[in-house]
C-alpha cells in the first residue's frame, strides 16, 4: 500500500512539474501536502501535537520587539468566499490585500476541529476519544478522505454520518484566544464544564503582564456574540449573552469595544437595556452608540479621538434590526462592481477598525496591543446560502486589514512592522461553497439568486435561504463545515508560524488553529531570557555545608536561591542508569517508545519508594550508589534537549547513529526566536555540560571537535570558559587537548567575536568584563578563553577561619564566575528578542570526585555570587529586562560524593573540617582524595550518584510554568519531584519555542 501511494504520488509531481499542469502557489501547496500525508498515512505515521512555539524572522526587523498583535478572523470563511470576492470586485480570484505575498508573505491552511467535532469522528473511526496527551491529527481532521476524490471529499465534508461535524464560533474562537481545544459552545472554558474551568485568553495574558498590554475586541455582530465573547469572557454556553456581557463590561473591560447587538434598535437578547446604561455611566469608557439619522463612523471616530484626549476606554455599540452592523451592499453590475455601506448609522469594519487602532496605539505603551477584529457577516450570510451577503462581508474585511495596513505603514502612533503583526484567518468554514469552473462569474458579476421556497428549507437545519437556478454557484450545506481555513500573517514575528508547521500533521505544512494563540503569546513574550545556572556534581548536601560555611549552622539554606518561586526535587537518571536498575527489577529496558508510562520509567529509573522524595538526606544510600549513575554529558543532554540518553552522548540519541543529533534549547531560542545565546563554564568550554548547549557528538571526550563545532557552526554570542592551550601546557608548549590549534587560531583571527585572552599578570575579571563592553559597542560577540593547569579556572579559595568566612580567587588573572556573568549578560542583553544563557561552575563536580570539602564549598559560594550578580542584572532599572520576562533556574545535573555531614559535630560559620590528603593508594575510581579523621563529614564515594538534585526557579512565570510538571513522571502524590527533562520543557515553555524532537 505504501508504494501505491508513493507511485501515485510521484506520478501526480511529474505532471505538476513536466507535464504542464498549472497551480497557484497556495493550492500546489495545499496539493503537496496532500500527496506527503497520503504518504505518510499508508506508512502508519499520525502525529502528535507539540508544546508552545514560536519562530523568529530573518532581516532587518529580527533585533525589534514585537508587541501589537492585530488579529482579524473573517468567521465562517473559507478559501471559496475569498475567491469570490475577489472575482467580484477585481476580476481574479488573488487580488484581495491579504492575497498578495509582497503585502502579506506568510499564508497556509489551519485545521479547525473541536473537542466534540474530534471526538464524533473517533467514534466513526474507531479512536481513542480525545485527551491533551495523546492527539491523533487525522481524527480531527483527515487529509486523505479530504483530498482522494471529490466522493470521498464531499461525503467526509456533507455526510454527517461519515464525519461533517464541525466546530463552531465558541469553541473555535477559544482555541484561537486560549491555545486549547473544548466542546462545542464553550467560552473560554476546559472541555467537560468543569467547575472553575475558566481558560486564561490571548487578551488577559496582555493584561496580566508586569507592564500590562492594551486589548480591544472589534465586530459586525452582537458584542456578546462567541466569537469576540471567547476573547474577553468565559462561559460554559455561549448563548448566556447577558452574563457574556457582563464580564466583558465589567471585570475584563477591553480597552476597545466595538459591536452590534444595541437593544434598542434589535431587542435585549444580547445586552439589556440595564446592562448598557452601566457601561454608559462608566467613567472609564468614552461611549458611543448607534442614532438614528446620525453618521455612525464620525460619531465612533469622535468618541476615539475624545478616548486618547482624555486617556479613557472606548466603547461603541451599534446594529440593525438583525442584532449585527448591516452587512454592506454589493449589486450585480458585470464590469462595475459596488460596495457600499447599507445604512449609515453603524460603522463598516474598516471604520471600527481605524477607531480601535487610534485608541489601542496611543499612549506608547510600552506593554503593547491585542486586537481581535470579526467580520462576522460572512458567517451569517453563509448559513443563509447568501452568496451576495457573503461577497459584502469578504469585501468588508479586506477594507478593514487594507485600513489597518495603512495605518501600520503610515506609522501612526509608533505601529510599524517591526512592532506589529497582523493575522487574517477564518474560525471555520460555512456552507461548503463550490463554483461552476464552466459559468465563471467575472468582474462586478454575480450569480443569479433567488429566495428559496421557505418549505424546501424545515427551520433549524441551517439549509440555507437562497438557490442559484443558473448554475453559476452551488452550496453544499447552511452549516459549518470542517474545511481547512486560511492563515495570512506580516510582521515582526510571523516566521514562528513555520516552526509549528506539521507539529501535529508531520511531513506537511499544516498548522492548527490553536497555533495562532502560541503566536499572538509568542509576539506578547518576544523578549523573555532564560539564565539557567548548573553546579556541576551538586546536591543538596553541599549547598546545605557552603550555606553554614556563609551564615552558620542556624542557616543552613540560605543561600539567594534557596528562596527562589519555585523549588523542587529533581531525578537525573539517563539511559545506563535506568538499564542497571531495570535489570536488577527484572524490568523492560529503557524505550523511548514506551515513554508514556511515566509512572514505570519513574519507578524504575528512581525509585521513590527505596530512595525517598527528598534530596537530602536519602533513605537508603546502598540503592543510590549501588548502580551507574549518569553522567555530565547525558545529564547535559536531557536539560539541553528533553531527552534521555546514554552516558557520554553530547546531545546526541542513544545507539549512537548517524543523525541522531538532538536540536537544543539554546539552538532553538537562537534559530526560532532570533535571540542571544551563550554558555559560560569554569572548566574547559568544549567539557561535557557546556558542549551539551551548543554542540554535538556522540563521545564527550572528543573535545577537539566539539571545540570546532562550536566556533565554527554554532557560534554562540557568548563564550567564556577554561581550557586555554597555554594553559593546560605552558606558553612555550601549549597543550591542545580541549580545542585544537586551528580553532585556536581561527577565534583569535574571527572578527565576528571580541577576543579575550587569560594573561600573565592581567586581572581577569577587568578584561573580561572590558571585552564585553567592546563587543556591545561594536555589536559584536564575545569569546573569553581562560584556566590554568588541570584546563579549569582554579577553584577559588575559602579558609578555616571560624567566625569569619572568607572568599577570594586563587587565580587573580582568570575571573570568577559572577564576572563571567556579568560579561555575557552585558552581550546578551543587547539582542531585544530575548536570550538564553547557561552558566556552569564545573568544580563542584571538580572538587567532589577528589572529596574535597573546601574546594567544593569555594564552588558552590562561586556558584551563589554569580546567580546573586545575575539578579542584580535583572532587578536593575532602565532596560527591557525585568522578572516579568526572564526565568533564572539554579540546579544540578547529578549528584556527586555522597556527603553526609554530622548532625553532632556540624562545621560551622567560617569553619571548614579537617581534612588531609589520602596518601594511600586509592582503591577503586573516582574514590576521593582526601579524608575527614575528626569525623565531621563522611563521604560514600568519589563518584557520581542517582542522588535527587534541588531545582530553584524564579521570575514571575516560575512557579506557573514549573509546575505544571510536578508529579509527570512521579505519583502525583509526590508533588515535589520533577525529572531533568521538564526542566528543558519549562524552559521551552516559557520561551516560546517548539518541542518536537
Same mark, same amino acid.
Given at each position: 500500500?505504501?508504494?501505491?501511494?508513493?507511485?501515485?504520488?510521484?506520478?501526480?509531481?511529474?505532471?505538476?512539474?513536466?507535464?504542464?499542469?498549472?497551480? =497557484?502557489?497556495?493550492?500546489?501547496?495545499?496539493?503537496?501536502?496532500?500527496?506527503?500525508?497520503?504518504?505518510?498515512?499508508?506508512?502508519?505515521?499520525?502525529?502528535?501535537?507539540?508544546?508552545? *512555539?514560536?519562530?523568529?524572522? %530573518?532581516?532587518?526587523?529580527?533585533?525589534?520587539?514585537?508587541?501589537?498583535?492585530?488579529?482579524?478572523?473573517?468567521?465562517?470563511?473559507?478559501?471559496?468566499?475569498?475567491?469570490?470576492?475577489?472575482?467580484?470586485?477585481? *476580476?481574479?480570484?488573488?487580488?484581495?490585500?491579504?492575497?498578495?505575498?509582497?503585502?502579506?508573505?506568510?499564508?497556509?491552511?489551519?485545521?479547525?476541529?473541536?473537542?466534540? #467535532?474530534?471526538?464524533?469522528?473517533?467514534?466513526?473511526?474507531?479512536?481513542?476519544?480525545?485527551?491533551?496527551?495523546?492527539?491523533?491529527?487525522?481524527?480531527?481532521?483527515?487529509?486523505?478522505?479530504? @483530498?482522494?476524490?471529490?466522493?470521498?471529499?464531499?461525503?467526509?465534508?456533507?455526510?454527517?454520518?461519515?464525519?461533517?461535524?464541525?466546530?463552531?464560533?465558541?469553541?473555535?474562537?477559544?482555541?484561537?484566544?486560549? *491555545?486549547?481545544?473544548?466542546?462545542?459552545?464553550?467560552?473560554?472554558?476546559?472541555?467537560?464544564?468543569?467547575?472553575? @474551568?475558566?481558560?486564561?485568553?490571548?487578551?488577559?495574558?496582555?493584561?496580566?503582564?508586569?507592564?500590562?498590554?492594551?486589548?480591544?475586541?472589534?465586530?459586525?455582530?452582537?458584542?456578546?456574540?462567541?466569537?469576540?465573547?471567547?476573547?474577553?469572557?468565559?462561559?460554559?454556553?455561549?448563548?448566556?449573552?447577558?452574563?457574556?456581557?457582563?464580564?466583558?463590561?465589567?471585570?475584563?473591560?477591553?480597552?476597545?469595544?466595538?459591536?452590534? +447587538?444595541?437593544?434598542?434598535?434589535?431587542?435585549?437578547?444580547?445586552?439589556?437595556?440595564?446592562?448598557?446604561?452601566? $457601561?454608559?455611566?462608566?467613567?472609564d469608557y468614552e461611549y458611543v452608540a448607534r442614532n438614528t439619522g446620525t453618521d455612525g463612523a464620525a460619531s465612533l471616530a469622535t468618541a476615539?479621538?475624545? !478616548?486618547?484626549?482624555?486617556?479613557?476606554?472606548?466603547? +461603541?455599540?451599534?446594529?440593525?434590526?438583525?442584532?449585527?452592523?448591516?452587512?454592506?451592499?454589493?449589486?450585480?453590475?458585470? @464590469?462595475?462592481?459596488?460596495?457600499?455601506?447599507?445604512?449609515?448609522?453603524?460603522?463598516?469594519?474598516?471604520?471600527?477598525?481605524?477607531?480601535?487602532?487610534?485608541?489601542?496605539?496611543?499612549?506608547?505603551?510600552?506593554?503593547?496591543?491585542?486586537?481581535?477584529?470579526?467580520?462576522?457577516?460572512?458567517?451569517?450570510?453563509?448559513?443563509?446560502?447568501?452568496?451576495?451577503?457573503?461577497?459584502?462581508?469578504?469585501?468588508?474585511?479586506?477594507?478593514?486589514?487594507?485600513?489597518?495596513?495603512?495605518?501600520?505603514?503610515?506609522?501612526?502612533? *509608533?505601529?510599524?512592522?517591526?512592532?506589529?503583526?497582523?493575522?487574517?484567518? /477564518?474560525?471555520?468554514?460555512?456552507?461548503?461553497?463550490?463554483?461552476?469552473?464552466? =459559468?465563471?462569474?467575472?468582474?462586478?458579476?454575480?450569480?443569479?439568486?433567488?429566495?428559496?421556497?421557505?418549505?424546501?428549507?424545515?427551520? @433549524?437545519?441551517?439549509?440555507?435561504?437562497?438557490?442559484?437556478?443558473?448554475?453559476? $454557484?452551488?452550496?453544499?450545506?447552511?452549516?459549518?463545515?470542517?474545511?481547512?481555513?486560511?492563515?495570512?500573517?506580516?510582521?515582526?514575528?510571523?516566521?514562528?508560524?513555520?516552526?509549528?508547521?506539521?507539529?501535529?500533521?508531520?511531513?506537511?505544512?499544516?498548522?492548527?488553529?490553536?497555533?495562532?494563540?502560541?503566536?499572538?503569546?509568542?509576539?506578547?513574550?518576544?523578549?523573555?531570557?532564560?539564565?539557567?545556572?548548573?553546579?556541576?556534581?551538586?546536591?543538596?548536601?553541599?549547598?546545605?555545608?557552603?550555606?553554614?560555611?556563609?551564615?552558620?549552622?542556624?542557616?543552613?539554606?540560605?543561600?539567594?536561591?534557596?528562596?527562589?518561586?519555585?523549588?523542587?526535587?529533581?531525578?537525573?537518571?539517563?539511559?545506563?542508569?535506568?538499564?542497571?536498575? !531495570?535489570?536488577?527489577?527484572?524490568?523492560?529496558?529503557?524505550?523511548?517508545?514506551?515513554?508514556?508510562?511515566?509512572?514505570?520509567?519513574?519507578?524504575?529509573?528512581?525509585?521513590?519508594?527505596?530512595?525517598?522524595?527528598?534530596?537530602?538526606?536519602?533513605?537508603?544510600?546502598?540503592?543510590?550508589?549501588?548502580?551507574?549513575?549518569?553522567?555530565?554529558?547525558?545529564?547535559?543532554?536531557?536539560?539541553?534537549?528533553? %531527552?534521555?540518553?546514554?552516558?557520554?552522548?553530547?546531545?546526541?540519541?542513544?545507539?549512537?547513529?548517524?543523525?541522531?543529533?538532538?536540536?537544543?534549547?539554546?539552538?532553538?531560542?537562537?534559530?526560532?526566536?532570533?535571540? #542571544?545565546?551563550?554558555?559560560?563554564?569554569?572548566?574547559?568550554?568544549?567539557?561535557?555540560?557546556?558542549?551539551?548547549?551548543?554542540?554535538?557528538?556522540?563521545?564527550?571526550?572528543?573535545?577537539?571537535?566539539?571545540?570546532?563545532?562550536?566556533?565554527?557552526?554554532?557560534?554562540?554570542? $557568548?563564550?567564556?570558559?577554561?581550557?586555554?592551550?597555554?594553559?593546560?601546557?605552558?606558553?612555550?608548549?601549549?597543550?591542545?587537548?580541549?580545542?585544537?590549534? !586551528?580553532?585556536?587560531?581561527?577565534?583569535?583571527?574571527?572578527?565576528?567575536?571580541?577576543?579575550?585572552?587569560?594573561?600573565?599578570?592581567?586581572?581577569?575579571?577587568?578584561?573580561?568584563?572590558?571585552?564585553?563592553?567592546?563587543?556591545?559597542?561594536?555589536?559584536? =560577540?564575545?569569546?573569553?578563553?581562560?584556566?590554568?593547569?588541570?584546563?579549569?579556572?582554579?577553584?577559588?579559595?575559602?579558609?578555616?577561619?571560624?567566625?569569619?568566612?572568607?572568599?577570594?580567587?586563587?587565580? /587573580?588573572?582568570?575571573?570568577?564566575?559572577?564576572?563571567?556573568?556579568?560579561?555575557?549578560?552585558?552581550?546578551?542583553?543587547?539582542?531585544?528578542?530575548?536570550?538564553?544563557?547557561?552558566?556552569?561552575?564545573?568544580?563542584?563536580?571538580?572538587?567532589?570526585? #577528589?572529596?574535597?570539602?573546601?574546594?567544593?564549598?569555594?564552588?558552590?559560594?562561586?556558584?551563589?555570587?554569580?546567580?546573586?550578580?545575575?539578579?542584580?542584572?535583572?532587578?536593575?532599572?532602565?532596560?527591557?529586562?525585568?522578572?516579568?520576562?526572564?526565568?533564572?533556574?539554579?540546579?544540578?545535573?547529578?549528584?556527586?560524593?555522597?556527603?553526609?555531614?554530622? %548532625?553532632?559535630?556540624?562545621?560551622?560559620?567560617?569553619?571548614?573540617?579537617?581534612?588531609?590528603?589520602?596518601?594511600?593508594?586509592?582503591?577503586?575510581?573516582?574514590?576521593?582524595?582526601?579524608?575527614?579523621?575528626?569525623?565531621?563529614?563522611?563521604?560514600?564515594?568519589?563518584?557520581?550518584?542517582?542522588?535527587?538534585?534541588?531545582?530553584?526557579?524564579? +521570575?514571575?512565570?516560575?512557579?506557573?510554568?514549573?509546575?505544571?510538571?510536578? +508529579?509527570?513522571?512521579?505519583?502525583?502524590?509526590?508533588?515535589?519531584?520533577?525529572?531533568?527533562?521538564?526542566?528543558?520543557?519549562?524552559?521551552? %515553555?516559557?520561551?516560546?519555542?517548539?518541542?518536537?524532537?
Amino acid at each position: 500500500m505504501c508504494d501505491i501511494f508513493h507511485l501515485s504520488s510521484v506520478w501526480l509531481l511529474h505532471q505538476i512539474f513536466f507535464g504542464g499542469l498549472k497551480l =497557484k502557489t497556495k493550492l500546489f501547496k495545499l496539493l503537496l501536502l496532500v500527496l506527503t500525508l497520503s504518504v505518510l498515512a499508508a506508512c502508519g505515521s499520525d502525529g502528535n501535537d507539540g508544546s508552545t *512555539g514560536q519562530d523568529g524572522q %530573518n532581516g532587518e526587523d529580527a533585533w525589534a520587539l514585537p508587541k501589537h498583535v492585530i488579529l482579524f478572523i473573517g468567521d465562517g470563511m473559507h478559501e471559496e468566499h475569498e475567491a469570490a470576492a475577489s472575482r467580484y470586485y477585481y *476580476g481574479d480570484e488573488t487580488s484581495l490585500i491579504w492575497k498578495d505575498s509582497s503585502v502579506f508573505p506568510y499564508s497556509n491552511y489551519a485545521t479547525t476541529w473541536d473537542v466534540t #467535532a474530534y471526538n464524533t469522528l473517533a467514534g466513526e473511526r474507531g479512536d481513542n476519544t480525545y485527551s491533551t496527551d495523546s492527539i491523533n491529527g487525522r481524527t480531527g481532521f483527515d487529509v486523505l478522505q479530504m @483530498g482522494l476524490s471529490s466522493l470521498t471529499k464531499d461525503k467526509y465534508f456533507l455526510d454527517s454520518s461519515t464525519g461533517a461535524a464541525a466546530t463552531d464560533s465558541a469553541s473555535a474562537g477559544t482555541a484561537i484566544a486560549t *491555545g486549547v481545544k473544548t466542546d462545542a459552545g464553550n467560552i473560554a472554558w476546559e472541555s467537560g464544564d468543569p467547575t472553575d @474551568g475558566e481558560i486564561q485568553t490571548i487578551g488577559e495574558y496582555y493584561q496580566s503582564k508586569t507592564t500590562p498590554g492594551k486589548i480591544g475586541i472589534v465586530t459586525t455582530v452582537p458584542i456578546s456574540h462567541a466569537t469576540p465573547a471567547a476573547f474577553v469572557s468565559h462561559n460554559v454556553y455561549r448563548n448566556n449573552y447577558h452574563a457574556i456581557f457582563t464580564e466583558l463590561s465589567t471585570v475584563t473591560k477591553p480597552d476597545v469595544v466595538i459591536g452590534g +447587538g444595541h437593544p434598542q434598535v434589535y431587542n435585549e437578547t444580547y445586552m439589556s437595556n440595564a446592562l448598557l446604561a452601566t $457601561v454608559q455611566g462608566d467613567a472609564d469608557y468614552e461611549y458611543v452608540a448607534r442614532n438614528t439619522g446620525t453618521d455612525g463612523a464620525a460619531s465612533l471616530a469622535t468618541a476615539a479621538a475624545n !478616548a486618547v484626549s482624555n486617556g479613557t476606554k472606548l466603547f +461603541g455599540v451599534f446594529g440593525s434590526a438583525g442584532g449585527q452592523i448591516a452587512t454592506p451592499t454589493v449589486t450585480d453590475t458585470p @464590469g462595475t462592481p459596488s460596495f457600499t455601506k447599507t445604512e449609515d448609522e453603524s460603522p463598516v469594519l474598516s471604520e471600527s477598525t481605524e477607531a480601535a487602532l487610534t485608541v489601542l496605539s496611543s499612549g506608547g505603551g510600552a506593554g503593547g496591543f491585542f486586537v481581535m477584529l470579526e467580520q462576522g457577516d460572512i458567517d451569517w450570510t453563509n448559513h443563509s446560502n447568501d452568496f451576495k451577503g457573503m461577497v459584502g462581508g469578504v469585501l468588508d474585511l479586506h477594507y478593514a486589514v487594507e485600513k489597518a495596513e495603512e495605518m501600520i505603514e503610515d506609522g501612526v502612533n *509608533g505601529m510599524s512592522w517591526a512592532n506589529t503583526t497582523i493575522i487574517i484567518t /477564518s474560525d471555520h468554514g460555512n456552507s461548503y461553497l463550490r463554483f461552476n469552473r464552466g =459559468k465563471t462569474n467575472g468582474l462586478g458579476d454575480l450569480p443569479l439568486q433567488e429566495v428559496k421556497n421557505s418549505s424546501n428549507c424545515p427551520a @433549524g437545519n441551517y439549509c440555507g435561504n437562497y438557490v442559484y437556478p443558473d448554475g453559476e $454557484v452551488f452550496y453544499g450545506t447552511g452549516g459549518h463545515t470542517n474545511e481547512l481555513v486560511s492563515v495570512y500573517a506580516r510582521g515582526a514575528d510571523t516566521a514562528f508560524l513555520e516552526a509549528r508547521q506539521g507539529v501535529l500533521y508531520p511531513g506537511t505544512e499544516l498548522i492548527d488553529n490553536t497555533d495562532l494563540f502560541r503566536a499572538m503569546k509568542s509576539i506578547a513574550d518576544a523578549n523573555r531570557n532564560v539564565i539557567l545556572f548548573i553546579g556541576d556534581g551538586m546536591q543538596k548536601a553541599h549547598e546545605v555545608a557552603a550555606s553554614r560555611y556563609m551564615f552558620g549552622i542556624d542557616n543552613p539554606e540560605a543561600l539567594s536561591f534557596h528562596d527562589f518561586d519555585f523549588k523542587a526535587n529533581c531525578t537525573t537518571w539517563d539511559v545506563d542508569t535506568y538499564n542497571s536498575y !531495570a535489570r536488577a527489577k527484572g524490568k523492560d529496558l529503557y524505550a523511548v517508545a514506551k515513554l508514556n508510562n511515566r509512572i514505570e520509567y519513574g519507578t524504575v529509573g528512581y525509585d521513590v519508594a527505596v530512595a525517598g522524595s527528598y534530596s537530602y538526606p536519602q533513605l537508603e544510600d546502598e540503592y543510590i550508589r549501588r548502580y551507574a549513575a549518569t553522567d555530565s554529558a547525558s545529564a547535559g543532554t536531557a536539560l539541553a534537549t528533553g %531527552n534521555k540518553t546514554v552516558d557520554g552522548n553530547i546531545a546526541w540519541l542513544p545507539g549512537d547513529l548517524a543523525g541522531g543529533n538532538l536540536t537544543t534549547i539554546a539552538e532553538k531560542a537562537k534559530a526560532q526566536r532570533k535571540g #542571544a545565546i551563550g554558555v559560560v563554564t569554569t572548566v574547559p568550554f568544549s567539557h561535557a555540560t557546556p558542549a551539551t548547549f551548543v554542540s554535538h557528538n556522540i563521545n564527550r571526550n572528543n573535545y577537539g571537535e566539539i571545540a570546532e563545532e562550536i566556533i565554527t557552526t554554532t557560534r554562540p554570542d $557568548v563564550v567564556i570558559g577554561a581550557g586555554h592551550p597555554s594553559f593546560v601546557g605552558t606558553p612555550a608548549a601549549p597543550n591542545y587537548q580541549y580545542m585544537t590549534e !586551528a580553532s585556536y587560531n581561527a577565534i583569535k583571527a574571527d572578527t565576528g567575536y571580541v577576543f579575550v585572552e587569560r594573561t600573565d599578570g592581567v586581572t581577569g575579571g577587568t578584561a573580561l568584563l572590558n571585552a564585553a563592553d567592546n563587543a556591545v559597542t561594536a555589536k559584536k =560577540k564575545l569569546f573569553g578563553l581562560f584556566g590554568g593547569t588541570g584546563g579549569q579556572i582554579a577553584t577559588p579559595t575559602v579558609t578555616d577561619t571560624p567566625g569569619a568566612p572568607t572568599f577570594a580567587a586563587t587565580d /587573580s588573572e582568570s575571573p570568577l564566575l559572577a564576572d563571567s556573568t556579568e560579561a555575557a549578560l552585558k552581550v546578551l542583553a543587547q539582542n531585544k528578542n530575548g536570550f538564553f544563557l547557561m552558566v556552569e561552575q564545573g568544580d563542584i563536580d571538580w572538587t567532589n570526585h #577528589a572529596n574535597d570539602y573546601k574546594g567544593m564549598v569555594g564552588g558552590v559560594i562561586d556558584l551563589e555570587y554569580a546567580v546573586k550578580k545575575a539578579m542584580e542584572f535583572v532587578d536593575e532599572p532602565g532596560d527591557s529586562i525585568d522578572w516579568s520576562n526572564t526565568m533564572l533556574i539554579v540546579t544540578s545535573d547529578h549528584g556527586n560524593s555522597f556527603l553526609r555531614l554530622n %548532625n553532632t559535630l556540624k562545621p560551622g560559620l567560617g569553619d571548614l573540617p579537617a581534612q588531609q590528603s589520602y596518601v594511600a593508594p586509592c582503591p577503586g575510581t573516582w574514590c576521593g582524595s582526601n579524608i575527614y579523621p575528626d569525623g565531621e563529614v563522611f563521604y560514600g564515594t568519589g563518584g557520581h550518584t542517582n542522588e535527587l538534585v534541588s531545582v530553584y526557579a524564579k +521570575g514571575d512565570f516560575a512557579s506557573e510554568t514549573f509546575s505544571k510538571y510536578n +508529579g509527570k513522571m512521579y505519583d502525583e502524590d509526590v508533588t515535589n519531584i520533577i525529572d531533568n527533562t521538564f526542566i528543558f520543557k519549562a524552559m521551552a %515553555n516559557f520561551l516560546g519555542v517548539t518541542v518536537s524532537q
